[in-house]
């Protein structure tokens, strides 16, 4: 196991009705005027907004809004909102909503207390401090509710790029399985594709003996079989939905990802497709993993194989690993297409002749230089080969 430091001091609250703590966290952490952040309009819809902003009420704390968060957040509204907290000495930024969201109120507060412009963060510098940040998730996703990461996508040039620090770690979040029950299916669907993805991300790794997090591993990916198709037959199923919820923020508060390497390239490949074609995250991912997988896996066939065995039940066939390992990866392919995702790029509305300017702004884009490196180094020629593999 390698050397490393895990500090998450995010304080969660759990359960039915806990979004009516929001005023009194706010109060806990220090905020005295908010911007309440939003997106299209569903916490709007749902009745979520309002009980929230009484709660604030409540406690005497002050509060503007800003909702129009698009999914894949835009840095267009970043602007506004930081503009808007500077004009305003806004000093908590309390996101309501999904992964969007939230990331848009990270990038938001990062910015504020900032001298540059905020993309300088998104194109490698590490975020040192930010105005704090609250979240009350209403879908089990991108696990922004514990990350240190906020992914943001630049309207000049369309790219798409993170983020990172402690800084930006939500002081507290709220999570009520409940609030994700009026999810549509396709949503809830790419949700339980991305908590995955963040699990395979960890687990196709470099380091030896990292027994402790692989079994953490396992066990979640094995919740997500279990629970996925239990919350798809019935959205109104609490605790599948609470199990799924509280997944997600392991699967990606990095408590299953201390002291080994990890991959990422699934999420970078990914990352393009969302950019270019404004599909879902998890969509995009469902489509990119197996291909991903099934390119690198003779690096290290062993490890395919294990979690073919362990997770998607297997049979492991020591002499022949790379059978067990590919059946794992079809085993995968299979349950994300059974829970409604999709199988190929057409499905997201992508073309082959894009996949030379993918590859372009994959490789090249922001200051890389001609390759991505995770559990393999990719270059340009593998890259395309991987997007071909998807059409
Ligand atoms: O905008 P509204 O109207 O709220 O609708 C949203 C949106 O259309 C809707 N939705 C959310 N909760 C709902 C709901 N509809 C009905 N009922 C509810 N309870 O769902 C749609 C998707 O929302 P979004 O916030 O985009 O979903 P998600 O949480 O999957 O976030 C995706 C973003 O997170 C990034 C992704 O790249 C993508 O941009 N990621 C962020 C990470 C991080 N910060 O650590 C890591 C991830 O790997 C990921 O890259
Ligand atoms: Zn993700």
């Known amino acids: 196991m390698n050397n490393f430091d ?33 997106g299209g309009g569903s916490v709007v819809r749902s009745g979520l907004l ?27 509204l970043v602007y506004r909102g ?35 412009d ?51 770690r939500p002081k507290f979040s709220i999570l009520n399985p409940a609030l994700t029950q009026t999810l549509p299916p396709y949503q ?71 002291g080994r390497s990890q991959d990422w390239n699934s999420h970078n490949i990914e990352h393009e497709l969302s950019a270019l074609y404004d599909c879902a995250h998890g969509a995009g991912l469902a489509v990119t993993m197996p291909a991903v997988f099934a390119y690198v896996m003779q690096h290290d066939v062993m490890r395919f194989a294990q979690v073919a065995s362990r997770v998607w039940g297997c049979q492991m066939d020591f002499a022949h690993p790379e059978v067990t390992a590919k059946a794992g990866i079809e085993a995968l392919r299979v349950f994300l297409n059974s829970i409604g995702m999709p199988k190929t790029l057409g499905e997201l509305g992508g073309k082959e002749e894009d996949i030379p300017k993918l590859v372009d702004v994959l490789c090249n884009g922001d200051g890389r230089t001609g390759t991505i490196t995770g559990f393999v180094k ?14």
């Open 378 to 391: 990719l270059n340009a020629d593998d890259c395309a080969a991987i997007y071909r593999m998807m059409l």
């Open 50 to 76: 309002d009980r929230v902003k009484a709660s604030l009420d409540a406690v005497g704390v002050t509060w503007l809004e800003l909702g129009g968060v698009k999914p894949n957040p835009r840095s267009g």
């Open 82 to 116: 930081i503009e808007l907290c500077r004009r305003e000495y806004i000093d908590f930024v309390l996101a309501v909503g999904g992964g969007s969201t939230i990331d848009s109120a990270k990038a938001i507060a990062a910015g504020t207390v900032y001298d540059g």
């Open 188 to 258: 809830t669907a790419c949700g339980i594709t991305d908590i995955m993805a963040h699990l395979y991300e960890r687990y196709l790794t470099n380091t030896h003996d990292v027994e402790v997090t692989d079994r953490l591993i396992e066990a979640l990916l094995l919740t997500m079989v279990h629970e996925g198709p239990r919350v798809i037959e019935d959205p109104n199923n609490y605790e599948a939905r609470a199990n799924i919820m509280w997944a997600g923020m392991m699967a990606h508060n990095n408590s299953c990802g201390v």
């Open 6 to 38: 895990f500090y998450s001091p995010t304080y969660f609250a759990f359960g039915k009705d806990r979004e009516l703590d929001s005023g009194e966290l706010v109060k806990r952490f220090g905020g005295t005027k908010v911007l309440i952040h939003y």
């Open 118 to 168: 905020f993309w300088d963060f998104y194109s490698g510098r590490h975020i040192d401090k930010a105005l704090p940040v609250g979240t009350v998730l209403t879908i089990a996703a991108a696990g922004s509710e514990g990350s240190p990461d906020s992914v943001i996508t630049n309207e000049n040039g369309m790219l798409k790029r993170g983020a990172s620090g402690d800084a930006i």
